[in-house]
């Protein structure tokens, strides 16, 4: 089966310095890989995607991630963190044979302190 | 409205009652999805729709959870004699058509039973 996995339960960064998120994932086959971040008491918003092409994938909000194959890595990145980040951020991977449904990481607290 | 809504926000209900949960999808989008969070844990997957038909009832937890979904559009989530270990936020995704794998989430409902 699919899956992700985010090493870190939280990340602690500090306004306007870089951060990374982490994913690694484990798939048969080409991977379909997403990030999804949840602000407090409001529901997923979609961020970005990787499904082919470039290894670096642009989406919402600044944030970038970099498809890693050689790794199997997936790492959300943006070059100056906000304030406004702090979230709660998951990595997910299409499954397969049922590929409508995503399979989730268990999610990364991103804090970004002023 | 421009997004996924559910309703309510917060059900509180007693063990062993039944609760309905609805997700009013984005107008146009045919692929449904219901997900559960529970605390300390990632998104679980309990099923999806293409049109009004429910290919995927992998993710039901039990055969107490039961879903459908009519005209296209709205979808109920139904769980029989609550548990406690059914207290969770249930989490509603539509996606545009098929093979289109940015899910758009709804807020969620917060259900607790007690």
């Known amino acids: 089966a699919q899956s992700v996995a985010q090493p870190e339960d939280q990340v602690n960064v500090a306004e306007g310095n870089p951060l990374t998120v982490k994913c690694t994932y484990s798939?048969?086959?080409?991977?379909?890989l997403f990030w999804y971040v949840q602000y407090p008491n409001r529901g997923l918003q979609f961020l970005l995607k990787?499904?082919?092409?470039?290894?670096l994938v642009k989406g919402s909000y600044g944030f970038e991630a970099e498809f890693n194959k050689s790794q199997t890595s997936f790492h959300l990145k943006k070059p100056s963190a906000l304030v406004s980040d702090s979230a709660l951020y998951f990595c997910?991977?299409?499954?397969?044979?049922?590929?409508?449904?995503?399979?989730f990481g268990t999610g990364t607290r991103l804090l970004v302190s002023p | 409205g421009a997004g996924v809504s559910q309703s309510p926000s917060n059900k509180v209900t007693e063990k062993g009652k039944d609760v309905e949960l609805r997700c009013d999808p984005i107008?146009?989008?045919?692929?449904l999805y219901w997900y559960r969070q529970s605390l300390g844990q990632g998104l679980e997957f309990l099923i999806y729709?293409?049109?009004?038909?429910?290919?995927?009832k992998s993710g039901l937890p039990s055969d107490r959870f039961s879903a459908e979904r009519t005209g296209g559009s709205v979808s109920t989530l139904t769980i029989q004699r609550t548990q406690q270990e059914d207290s969770a936020v249930y989490l509603c995704?539509?996606?545009?058509?098929?093979?289109?794998?940015?899910?758009?989430f709804g807020p969620g409902t917060r259900l607790t039973v007690t």
């Open positions: 107008s146009g989008h045919t692929a």
């Open positions: 798939v048969s086959g080409n991977p379909y």
């Open positions: 990787y499904i082919t092409g470039d290894n």
């Open positions: 995704a539509s996606s545009l058509r098929f093979g289109d794998y940015e899910q758009y």
């Open positions: 729709f293409q049109g009004n038909s429910a290919p995927d």
């Open positions: 997910a991977v299409r499954d397969i044979p049922g590929f409508q449904k995503l399979v």
